[in-house]
């Protein structure tokens, strides 16, 4: 019987987190470093400045450690993700499309296949 009641939960919790989504609405923290920050590390950090010098000076604006400085892992993380969408922005482009398709409810078609950049 708990077994049940457990299922019941779980499907619940599943069908408000879906109805969630389709409002646009998703759960979480908000990210530490905002758009601003990330063009602020990347124009520094061209200029020779190291994360570590960097992070003293950047403040989060929103969320559980508003007016705190961000970690330095939370910057690299930041960066890393830049590079990613940087890197393959025909990727990210991509899955933002079939997530569109899915809030409408329609199912995305197969992707053609992602050129091997290193082999160009």
Same mark, same amino acid.
């Given at each position: 019987?708990?077994?049940?009641?457990?299922?019941?939960?779980?499907?619940?919790?599943?069908?408000?987190?879906?109805?969630?989504?389709?409002?646009?609405?998703?759960?979480?923290?908000?990210? &530490?470093?905002?758009?601003?920050?990330?063009?602020?590390?990347?124009?520094?950090?061209?200029?020779?400045?190291?994360?570590?010098?960097?992070?003293?000076?950047?403040?989060?604006?929103?969320?559980?450690?508003?007016?705190?400085?961000?970690?330095? &892992?939370?910057?690299?993380?930041?960066?890393?993700?830049? &590079?990613?969408?940087?890197?393959?922005?025909? @990727?990210?482009?991509? &899955?933002?499309?079939?997530?569109?398709?899915?809030? @409408?409810?329609? @199912?995305?078609?197969?992707?053609?296949?992602?050129?091997?950049?290193?082999?160009?």
């Amino acid at each position: 019987m708990a077994e049940t009641e457990r299922e019941n939960i779980r499907e619940s919790t599943l069908e408000g987190l879906d109805t969630a989504a389709r409002k646009g609405k998703h759960g979480g923290r908000p990210p &530490a470093i905002t758009d601003d920050m990330l063009h602020t590390v990347l124009r520094r950090g061209a200029g020779g400045e190291s994360v570590e010098q960097i992070q003293p000076d950047l403040i989060i604006p929103t969320g559980k450690r508003k007016g705190q400085n961000p970690s330095v &892992a939370s910057i690299y993380r930041a960066l890393a993700e830049h &590079a990613k969408r940087e890197t393959y922005p025909e @990727v990210v482009e991509q &899955a933002h499309a079939d997530f569109a398709a899915l809030q @409408v409810g329609e @199912v995305p078609g197969p992707r053609p296949a992602i050129p091997d950049r290193l082999s160009c």
